[in-house]
């Protein structure tokens, strides 16, 4: 099994930063590409970034210049980081990460999601 805990939530005034951080821990074998999304009122889950096994990062169209994601193999941790942030980031933001564990190959996991409030 694999846990994801999220921390780094909370409510900002417009322009201001936050930092996402996402730990995993468990019977993980390898951790593969890691990333973090966002969903709003609807179903639907956008992607904001990902980040792979090399450092390459893919970053929304609404979010480059303003977020960065990196990762510490390591610790096994993601972060992301929300610079000059608007109301329009409003939602509550998962960290995915896939992982091969001793029991399964690799498949992705989801955090329990953290709130980002953008506003006045």
């Known amino acids: 099994q694999v846990q994801l805990v999220e921390s780094g939530g909370g409510l900002v005034q417009p322009g201001g930063s936050l930092t996402l951080s996402c730990a995993a821990s468990?019977?993980?074998?390898?951790?593969?590409?890691m990333g973090w999304y966002r969903q709003g009122p609807g179903p639907q889950r956008d992607r904001v970034a990902t980040i792979n096994t090399g450092g390459g990062a893919v970053y929304a169209d609404s979010v480059k210049g303003r977020f960065t994601i990196s990762r510490d193999d390591a610790k096994k941790t993601v972060v992301l980081q929300l610079n000059n942030l608007k109301p329009e980031d409003t939602d509550v933001y998962y960290c995915?990460?896939?992982?091969?564990?001793?029991?399964?190959?690799?498949?992705?996991?989801w955090g329990q999601g953290t709130q980002v409030t953008v506003s006045e």
């Open positions: 468990g019977s993980i074998l390898n951790v593969g590409t």
């Open positions: 995915n990460v896939d992982a091969r564990t001793a029991f399964a190959g690799f498949r992705a996991y």
